[in-house]
């Protein structure tokens, strides 16, 4: 059988143009720039406009990824979409960006990892090129985290913003941007620490479900950090035992963004110096499973990123679910 490695052929991203800084927060809730800060590392985050939705900011990045990739939509033989915010519970947001970016009848789906949308997703696509099931895949991690979160709560609604990365994926070229490897893991014993319990069939919507703000994001923060950050360590280990990597061997670290003093405990224990750790939360805030595609994207377009590079991503989310993946530039 032919030896198909797949890569990385572009990358995107898009995030809607209104800014919500802290100091906006502020005037709104009972917080301040310098709990935000320090707790966190976010100064500011993007908000979807009014009418704006999931995949409208998905199809934007994708648009950009096709670009750079010099990949016409018409070549895209699958889409898979990563979010947790999709447009409506069904059909998924990949078959309305699907209509949207006039990809015709191709095969469309979402998948549902949270912060770990996209590595799953990217996993999948590598598959089915290295399986010759189809040739081009259109990945996409879209989040408009905003309409889902309790602004009368401060101690979540100031983590997260919205926003879409998006990598196109097909036959490696010239041994570039090689998807090298993955490592997918869950724990759903620990579902009840970061859900939206409303509007499913546990608690399908009523009044009383509006009345308890059930369609709300929870979250159990201080038990969710202990255990991002050891289930990316634990990520990051396997991913790079599988592709016989040491922690040394790492140009760049590309984690999940929720929180600086989450990366910063990740870098420590990978023993990566923060110059090798992309870091976009101060400006975006967390963005789910947009967040490592959009950080992806970004250390793509910065130039920073040489050929023969090894990057690392390493992501942690709701579920619990947790991923990573190793790049060879
Ligand atoms: O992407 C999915 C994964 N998600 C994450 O990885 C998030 C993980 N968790 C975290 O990042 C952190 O736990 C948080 C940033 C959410 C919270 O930080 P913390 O250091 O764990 O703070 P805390 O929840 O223990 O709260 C400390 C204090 C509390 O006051 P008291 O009880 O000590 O008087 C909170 O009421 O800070 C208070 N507080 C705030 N104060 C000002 C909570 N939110 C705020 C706020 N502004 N926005």
């Given at each position: 059988m032919e030896n198909i490695k797949a890569g990385i052929l572009g990358t995107g991203f898009y995030v809607p143009e209104?800014?919500?800084?802290?100091?906006?927060?502020e005037k709104m809730m009972d917080t301040s720039d310098e709990w935000i800060t320090t707790r966190t590392g976010i100064k500011e985050r993007h908000i979807v406009g009014d009418k704006q939705t999931t995949s409208d900011l998905a199809m934007f990045a994708s648009q950009k990824a096709l670009k750079n990739a010099e990949v016409n939509i018409k070549e895209i033989d699958c889409i898979i979409a990563a979010t947790i915010t999709p447009d409506m519970p069904f059909p998924s947001t990949a078959c309305i960006l699907q209509d949207k970016i006039g990809a015709k009848t191709v095969c469309a789906f979402d998948v549902n990892a949270a912060c770990c949308g996209f590595i799953y997703?990217?996993?999948?696509?590598?598959?089915?090129?290295?399986?010759?099931?189809?040739?081009?895949?259109?990945?996409?991690?879209?989040?408009?985290?905003?309409r889902i979160a309790d602004w009368t709560d401060r101690a979540t609604c100031v983590l997260f913003g919205d926003g879409a990365g998006a990598a196109v994926i097909g036959r490696a070229v010239d041994d570039r941007k090689v998807i090298l490897g993955s490592y997918l893991g869950a724990d759903g014993s620990a579902w009840d620490?970061?859900?939206?319990?409303?509007?499913?069939?546990?608690?399908?919507?009523?009044?009383?479900?509006?009345?308890?703000?059930?369609?709300?994001?929870?979250?159990?923060?201080?038990?969710?950090?202990?255990?991002?950050?050891r289930s990316m360590t634990n990520a990051a280990d396997k991913v790079l035992s599988e592709c016989n990597l040491k922690n040394e061997d790492i140009d760049l670290v590309i984690p999940h963004q929720a929180n600086l003093r989450i990366i910063n405990a990740l870098a420590q224990r990978l023993n990566a110096p923060l110059e090798k750790v992309w870091v976009n939360v101060t400006r975006y805030g967390n963005v789910s499973g947009a967040s490592v595609p959009i950080a992806m994207a970004e250390a793509d377009a910065s130039g920073k990123l040489k050929d023969g590079q090894i990057v690392l991503l390493d992501a942690f989310g709701a579920g619990l679910t947790w991923a990573s993946a190793v790049i060879r530039w």
């Open positions: 209104k800014i919500l800084t802290n100091a906006d927060l997703a990217l996993t999948m696509a590598k598959n089915f090129v290295e399986n010759n099931t189809f040739k081009k895949v259109l990945v996409v991690a879209a989040d408009t985290l905003s620490l970061l859900n939206m319990p409303g509007g499913g069939s546990r608690f399908p919507t009523t009044h009383k479900t509006v009345d308890d703000k059930l369609h709300f994001l929870k979250m159990n923060g201080n038990s969710v950090f202990k255990l991002a950050v």
